[in-house]
């Protein structure tokens, strides 16, 4: 049989290494869904139930392997939906290529049905690299682009291919003009590490620095060991951007946990009183809850010289990989002789984690969310994936999660979007079919888009060695988070017409999806909860009915923020006595009596 263009696309991916490809199937690709069929299914064709919900799980695939996500869709309005999950990849910078269909060549420019102008459209979330394809000969320098590019630069990339092409005869490139060839698919080469005079000037910094403070994100990830180094060298502190939560281990006792809106008191004290930062890897976007613009001598390491320095004025910048950059700052480093500010750092630590218990332990109606997630620190596997969803739920994965060592985690942290936990916690399985992985999810985000993938779960889950999939839903029939940022930066009352969901039963709904499932009314039922979602054979759903007054407050809230919520309580919000008391006695938490 002739090879066909599609099935050199696929021949190419498996060249690459591309073992899974997320999607879903419309006219515009059904020279590449043929090819699928021919290919015995390798690359496996994963079936989700939307294209936005595919591009999320190649983004999830891609946080959790380290590998190249790949999705694909039709033309039109499967190209379109692929769009939030594209740029959710653009703005955590994660390597996804999207492979997406479009109206024949002949028909181009005829309105034709479903012709959308994809160049355009894509031109913004793959601008690392676009291309329409419109001969074969194009295609090995095309694909092999688009992943080296998505690979290197961190970034989506798309590729177009009209749906005749895909089903005409594949001839590669010839030795002549206008002919483009491609090497092989091969190593990414790695980037390196600054000049001796750059880690020597860093160096004189860090040495210099009394109180340092270290700030990791995601790109810290890979470079847990020099990290600890660097800390227990300089005796600093170590705060984590969101998406670095996973970077350095919760249970470590220097390390202050989240940063910003959703973080914590002790990495709120160490930016405030620190006079050294060293910025690795993270591109937090919130310079008010960073040091005071000149309180803090500043150095940041990070692999992608267009995102340095543009948080905060630092002296020196490091461009390279972190684990190596590391790797020959750290003989640089004195050891630190006076050991206060780590000590001051380590008491400020263990005395918020017994803030979050007796936060989590108060009394709500039914259950506080925050005892949710801190009853799961109490059990989850050690070698557990967790993803979680944008709302209120965040804050709590923020701030109560205790992430231990070889334990992952992500959720759509730039971007903010709703809807991606339970897609990518579809990735993260077919990325480690061997591991636990649990989605903290709000019901807005799981009536959104969440329930319809439980059926996605359901159709795959026989292929994971490991069939433990949980997915917890915070049930409190409120788009909680935006009503919180109401109250708290507008002033205004909950409105009840735009943020009241309707209620539903999760746990009945993914029981007829073929999930087990547990309902939990009562804060003591948690515990057992969990251990059995944790244990159990199958997929498990979590239906834990929460309180939506218990409040995200930070504990640095400002006067202003404090000063709207109460004005919104006065002008009228639904509950106000209830909402009164739950935030009284969380904030009261902080300032009682401690073991610590």
Not at 69 to 91: E, F, M, Q, R, W
Not at 229 to 256: C, E, N, Q
Not at 350 to 374: G, S
Not at 452 to 472: A, I, K, S
């Amino acid at each position: 049989m002739t090879r066909q263009v599609s099935d050199f696309v696929l021949e190419r991916l498996r060249d690459w290494g591309v073992r899974h490809v997320f999607g879903y199937p419309g006219d515009g690709i059904n020279g590449l869904v043929a090819a699928f069929g021919r290919a015995d299914n390798d690359p496996a064709f994963v079936q989700t139930r939307h294209e936005e919900m595919a591009a999320f799980a190649a983004v999830g695939y891609a946080k959790f392997s380290e590998h190249v996500g790949v999705c694909v869709a039709t033309s039109g309005p499967g190209a379109i939906h692929l769009l939030n999950g594209l740029y959710d990849a653009k703005l955590d910078h994660v390597p996804v290529v999207a492979i997406v269909g479009q109206t024949a060549r002949s028909a181009m420019g005829g309105s034709y049905q479903q012709e959308v102008d994809l160049q355009s459209l894509y031109k913004d979330v793959a601008s690392a690299y676009l291309v329409e394809v419109n001969v074969a000969a194009q295609l090995p320098n095309a694909l092999d682009r688009a992943i080296r590019v998505a690979v290197t630069r961190h970034a989506p990339t798309a590729v177009i291919i009209p749906a005749d092409l895909q089903e005409e005869p594949y001839e590669a490139p010839s030795h002549e003009f206008r002919q483009v060839p491609s090497s092989p698919p091969d190593a990414m080469p790695s980037i390196t590490f600054p000049p001796s005079r750059q880690l020597e000037q860093a160096a004189d910094i860090l040495n210099a620095g009394s109180r340092v403070a270290i700030l990791i994100g995601h790109g810290a990830r890979t470079a847990q060991e020099q990290v600890r180094a660097v800390a227990d060298r300089t005796g600093a502190g170590v705060a984590k951007a969101l998406l670095g939560k996973d970077s350095l281990p919760d249970d470590l006792p220097y390390v202050t946990g989240s940063i910003g809106l959703l973080g914590t008191r002790p990495s709120y004290e160490l930016m405030r009183d620190c006079d050294t930062l060293l910025i690795i890897g993270s591109n937090f976007p919130y310079s008010q809850f960073l040091p005071e613009f000149g309180q803090a001598r500043a150095v940041q390491i990070d692999h992608d010289p267009t995102m340095i320095g543009l948080r905060y004025p630092t002296e020196v910048n490091l461009v390279g990989d972190a684990a190596e950059t590391l790797n020959r700052l750290i003989p640089m480093l004195e050891p630190k002789q006076d050991r206060s500010w780590r000590e001051a750092v380590e008491k400020n630590v263990a005395r918020w984690w017994e803030t979050i218990e007796r936060q989590a332990k108060l009394d709500a109606d039914p259950v506080n969310p925050m005892r949710v997630v801190w009853e799961l620190s109490q059990r989850i596997p050690l070698d557990a994936i967790v993803t979680a969803d944008s709302g209120s739920s965040t804050n709590w994965y923020a701030r109560c999660l205790c992430m231990s060592a070889g334990m992952r985690g992500s959720l759509s942290g730039t971007l903010a979007t709703m809807g991606p936990a339970v897609p990518y916690a579809v990735g993260a399985k077919f990325a480690h079919p061997n591991r636990p992985v649990v989605a903290l999810v709000g019901d807005g985000a799981m009536q959104m888009n969440g329930l319809t993938e439980l059926l996605t779960v359901t159709r795959y889950h026989d292929q994971w060695p490991d069939p433990r999939l949980v997915v917890c839903v915070f049930h409190n029939n409120d788009l909680n988070q935006v009503t919180w940022e109401l109250r708290a930066m507008g002033s205004a009352p909950k409105f009840e017409e735009s943020q009241s969901l309707p209620d539903m039963s999760y746990a009945d709904a993914a029981r007829c999806f073929g999930w087990d499932t547990v309902a939990v009314d009562d804060p003591e039922e948690l515990a057992g909860a969990w251990d059995t979602a944790l244990s159990a054979p199958r997929p498990t759903l979590l239906d834990v009915r929460c309180d939506p007054e218990v409040p995200p407050i930070p504990p640095h809230a400002t006067y202003d923020q404090i000063k709207a919520t109460g004005e919104a309580v006065l002008r009228g919000d639904p509950d106000a006595w209830h909402l009164i008391v739950q935030g009284a006695k969380t904030k009261a938490q902080e300032f009682l009596p401690h073991h610590a």
